[in-house]
């Protein structure tokens, strides 16, 4: 009895804090838009993130992790912004009705056949200021359970990809293997289309009376239910779909989701049929766009408000100008390191990296490469330094002789000297190394001015400052190019296809030399 009557009571209190419930949902939403709004630079930051430090599969996830992010800030931005105005609408329809009351149709003096329909269409005022409450109060929640759909859609194509990517470790060469993942996926894939299915069609799986079917489709909906994160919203979606109303907007969620994720590229509006695609005006040198130009974007971002200029930077392209107006005798352009680069330069077998490459654990993994060479170096200037002490302790150990400390004096000399020795050729050894590597970068790339190949002499490990991207910075003199326009042809190493077959890749950006 005590325990129905709590419920009593908190029942009572539900109906009575979702009757005032709209104070906090205008709060709420005020807040998350706001937060959502200024997120959009730490979303910024997360791109630029995986753009620099993420590699391979690894960069997959990220960007997968990325996508998720940018596209529930769209969800939660749009549907909370016409929350907001939806529910502005709705209390200035209240301020309205305390003036004037209900729509009196007969003081508007219309035809009987118009007021009629009016009467039929618009209806009572009352009834007006009820289909907004409804709307805002499920709009909040369904934000919520879209944001959620989409993500339980991440994360069962996100399984997929883990799958494919660990069994192509696992069997790497192995075409029967690969060929067994594949299949396994595919199966994967099937069953997961077999849960969407039952969602959208509101349980039809769950429908099913026999009893064999019913008990294999229980575990693969109990299984898809756990990773997909599902179980989390289940009382949230069961709640839509058990009424007339609601089941409405569920109808339009799974399409709203696909709009929201690409529905800027469903359409296209061609203004000019003549223009050519943006890589081939690159590559015929008829493209001039900011982002290959320190200099033309720097002055791109300064006409943004200082909040405003991290979302509006672009990543850097594999290259990008110091200069388009060319006005010292030197000038300078970056080279951001790739992938494509760094397989490339590893097939030089000669260049020996300092750190294994990919993700590592740094706590309880050390992932450093060893020199053969260097440590060579080191093994010798400690064998050396070794038998010297050893011939200093040898005459520490005789008889004390009047020549003693001269011979202690002369042995401290030598070894401070052979020190010396050693440490410069250990340097000068790493020294060749670093130099040797970025020679290794530095030949992937060619520079033409015009018809004329200029040398890249002077590179150096820069980090730009767009965004912290890593690469070389290369110095070229321009003393011997004329005033007027030119073109700078660039032309860069790039891996194709599966067989990483290396290639040539190139653009043709112009310059103005002054």
């Not at 109906?15 to 998350?32: C, N, T």
């Not at 706001?34 to 690894?58: L, P």
């Not at 069953?191 to 009893?211: M, Q, Y």
């Not at 007339?244 to 696909?258: A, G």
Request: contains cysteine; glycine residues 4%; hydrophobic residues 40%.
């Amino acid at each position: 009895m005590q325990e129905d009557n709590n419920k009593s009571i908190f029942k009572e209190w539900l109906e009575k804090l979702q009757q005032e419930s709209w104070q906090l949902e205008l709060l709420i939403s005020g807040f998350a838009i706001f937060g959502i709004y200024a997120a959009r630079t730490v979303i910024t930051d997360i791109e630029f993130m995986i753009h620099n430090d993420f590699d391979g599969d690894f960069q997959f996830l990220a960007i997968l992790f990325h996508f998720i992010l940018k596209t529930g800030w769209l969800i939660f931005f749009i549907n909370l912004i016409v929350h907001v105005i939806l529910r502005g609408l709705w209390i200035g329809a209240i301020g309205l009705r305390y003036v004037s009351q209900d729509i009196n149709y007969d003081a508007l003096r219309y035809s009987p056949r118009m007021t009629e329909y009016l009467k039929t269409k618009v209806g009572s005022y009352d009834d007006f200021i009820e289909r907004l409450e409804k709307i805002c109060s499920v709009l909040f929640a369904f934000t919520f359970l879209l944001f959620m759909l989409f993500l339980s859609l991440m994360l069962f194509f996100i399984q997929i990809v883990l799958i494919m990517e660990v069994g192509n470790i696992i069997f790497k060469g192995n075409y029967s293997g690969v060929a067994f993942v594949t299949y396994f996926a595919l199966l994967y894939l099937i069953l997961g289309a077999l849960v969407f299915i039952d969602l959208i069609t509101l349980g039809g799986f769950k429908k099913i009376k026999e009893k064999s079917i019913s008990r294999i489709y229980f575990f693969l909906y109990r299984y898809f239910s756990a990773t997909t994160l599902s179980f989390l919203y289940r009382p949230l979606l069961y709640n839509f779909i058990d009424n007339d109303y609601t089941r409405k907007l569920f109808y339009i969620s799974i399409p709203y989701i696909f709009v929201v994720i690409g529905g800027y590229t469903m359409f296209e509006n061609v203004s000019n049929p003549y223009e050519p695609a943006r890589l081939q005006k690159l590559y015929s040198g008829t493209l001039l766009d900011d982002v290959y130009y320190d200099d033309l974007r720097n002055i791109r971002l300064s006409e943004y408000p200082n909040e405003e200029r991290k979302v509006n930077k672009e990543q850097l392209r594999w290259i990008s100008l110091a200069n388009f107006n060319v006005t010292e005798s030197v000038s300078s352009l970056f080279i951001r390191i790739n992938t494509d680069m760094v397989k490339i330069a590893s097939a030089d077998t000669s260049l020996v990296p300092y750190k294994k490459s990919g993700f590592s654990f740094r706590w309880f993994n050390n992932n450093m490469v060893d020199d053969k060479f260097l440590e060579a170096t080191k093994k010798g200037k400690e064998q050396v330094i070794k038998s010297l002490y050893d011939k200093k302790r040898e005459i520490k150990s005789k008889s004390k002789y009047s020549n003693q400390k001269s011979e202690l004096d002369s042995m401290d000399a030598l070894i401070y000297q052979q020190q010396q020795y050693w440490n410069n050729k250990i340097q000068g050894t790493e020294n060749a190394k670093v130099h040797n590597i970025i020679s290794a970068f530095a030949n992937q790339i060619e520079l033409y001015v015009d018809t004329m190949k200029v040398d890249l002499r002077h590179c150096y490990f820069y980090t730009h400052p767009n965004y912290n991207e890593q690469g070389l910075k290369c110095f070229f003199e321009t003393d011997s190019i004329s005033r007027g326009i030119h073109d700078l042809k660039i032309i860069k190493k790039i891996i194709y296809g599966n067989n990483d077959k290396i290639q040539n890749d190139s653009i043709i950006l112009p310059i103005i030399k002054h």
